[in-house]
């Protein structure tokens, strides 16, 4: 059927327009077909033909589909949805078999509209069909993407070529601290403030190399979310975005997929180290078996509690005949290199611990006493803090020469050694700046070295008279 002038822009028209529209019609991912008025096919694209292998010369100038692209049983019904179409006020959608050149069928779904002259009436129609397990595919992915992006158990983050967020979902943005949607452009580092360079490391890694084989877990501390300043795990897995239009693959950004593991992590580390200070005390307990000397195996005691547990250890007993008076007994090297806990030659140095001091308050308290330096107990909050003197800017080095303890010492813990209902002296466990502070859990497990201990001390004649 020739076309007539009140058809619109799908209507082949001359010269340069022509050729436009035949690049746009070719150019297109859908199949494509126009019928005139008459249900002539007046246009016909290159996907199309790729759909049904008919050509653009055999389809254009066919009445319809019937004798050719539909089987006769099938006929009847294409051409009336194809008609109803055609007077539907909008688009419509069907699904029917199409017949392809070779004889096998195909079932399509199809996307058609009227066309409208330049008065208003019905010029023809465009209907637009793709292989329906393609179109189930495109719609799969496209409603996994939007199921991702919901209320998930996981959190999903958009990260684009310059390392910064773009979309995230719910569970992300409640775990970054952002509300949603996440401010476009802002960097990661604003974000997360410790751990931000292993996170963008692995980003950077599968722009370049792609996707890491399995998950990996990294600890992060988020500037924002609902416990800012404390350490998060979160296992991650990341997808290397590329476009499917370019002719090579160019990265659009990381999907970033990641859980907060961060309960179940401590929970292992926490069953780890009870296993361990177990084994301690058992080992412990065969070793002071062993020794001959009751005051050897109260310092064998104490080194076992030791192992990853303290950089120093003090014993001072309490001093016959003065019992508000403690000696120094025993003590690891208080400078050069660490060593074990070995008793102080001459038989022990009274100390002079000012009032006040850590040591006197758990003697006093019979119990555990913990204690910080002020610069470590700022920057981290969740320590029990002793009574230590001075301000929160005050040196490390001076806070441990106050309290008689060797330098570099940032936090201390003190703890009591009892027999027989008598307080025999006090074990002060200490460590360094770059060791967390002393929690509830440590107290118990210097509690229960420091009982064993006192045993062995007090067969030692360590003794208050």
């Known amino acids: 059927m020739s076309a007539s002038k009140s058809e619109p822009t799908l209507t082949a028209t001359a010269g340069a327009g022509a050729e436009l529209l035949a690049a746009l019609l070719d150019g297109m991912d859908a199949a494509l077909c126009a019928f005139g008025a008459d249900g002539t096919i007046t246009h016909w694209n290159r996907e199309a033909e790729r759909v049904l292998g008919w050509s653009a010369q055999e389809a254009v100038g066919r ?3 019937t004798g050719w692209a539909v089987r006769s049983g099938d006929a009847a019904d294409v051409e009336a949805r194809l008609t109803a179409a055609m007077d539907a006020p909008g688009r419509t959608v069907n699904e029917f078999a199409l017949l392809r050149k070779d004889g096998g069928r195909v079932l399509v779904r199809t996307q058609s509209a009227p066309v409208l002259g330049a008065t208003g009436e019905r010029a023809g129609l465009y209907c637009a069909f793709n292989e329906v397990h393609t179109q189930i595919g495109l719609e799969r992915s496209i409603a996994l ?3 991702l992006f919901d209320d998930t158990s996981w959190g999903l983050v958009l990260v684009d070529v310059d390392l910064r967020p773009t979309v995230v979902n719910v569970y992300a943005a409640e775990a970054l601290g952002t509300g949603r949607p996440v401010q476009l452009g802002r960097p990661l580092g604003e ?5 931000v360079e292993e996170l963008e490391a692995a980003l950077q890694h599968v722009l370049a190399e792609g996707e890491p084989r399995g998950v990996g877990e990294m600890w992060v501390t988020l500037a924002g979310g609902p416990e800012p300043g404390r350490r998060r795990c979160w296992r991650s897995g990341f997808l290397r975005l590329a476009s499917p239009l370019a002719e090579e693959p160019v990265p659009l950004g990381v999907g970033w997929v990641f859980q907060d593991v961060t309960a179940a992590k401590l929970a292992e580390q926490e069953a780890d180290r009870l296993r361990f200070r177990a084994s301690q005390l058992h080992r412990a307990a065969r070793a002071a078996g062993e020794c001959e000397d009751p005051l050897e195996a109260t310092t064998a005691y104490l080194d076992f509690a030791l ?14 005949g003065d019992r508000g008076r403690l000696v120094r007994a025993a003590a690891t090297p208080a400078s050069g290199a660490p060593g074990p806990c ?13 009032s006040g001091h850590p040591a006197l308050q758990a003697a006093e308290r019979i119990g555990s006493v913990r204690a910080s330096a002020p610069a470590a107990a700022v920057s981290a909050p969740a320590t029990v803090t002793g009574t230590g003197t001075g301000t929160a800017g005050a040196a490390s080095a001076s806070w441990c020469k106050e309290r008689q303890w060797p330098a570099g010492m940032s ?3 003190c703890t009591v050694l009892r027999s027989r209902g008598r307080t025999l002296g006090v074990v002060t466990f200490l460590r360094g700046s770059t060791r967390p502070v002393f929690e509830r859990a440590d107290a118990v497990y210097a509690e229960s070295m420091s009982a064993m201990a006192a045993l062995a001390l007090d067969l030692a004649g360590r003794t208050p008279s």
Do not use: K, N, T
């Open 63 to 65: 009445r319809g589909f």
């Open 145 to 147: 993407s939007e199921a």
């Open 191 to 195: 974000l997360v403030v410790q751990g």
């Open 307 to 320: 192992a990853g547990f303290a950089d120093h250890v003090l014993v001072d007993v309490v001093e016959p």
């Open 342 to 354: 070995l008793p102080v030659a001459g038989g022990g140095i009274p100390v002079r611990y000012p």
């Open 411 to 413: 936090h201390a813990l």
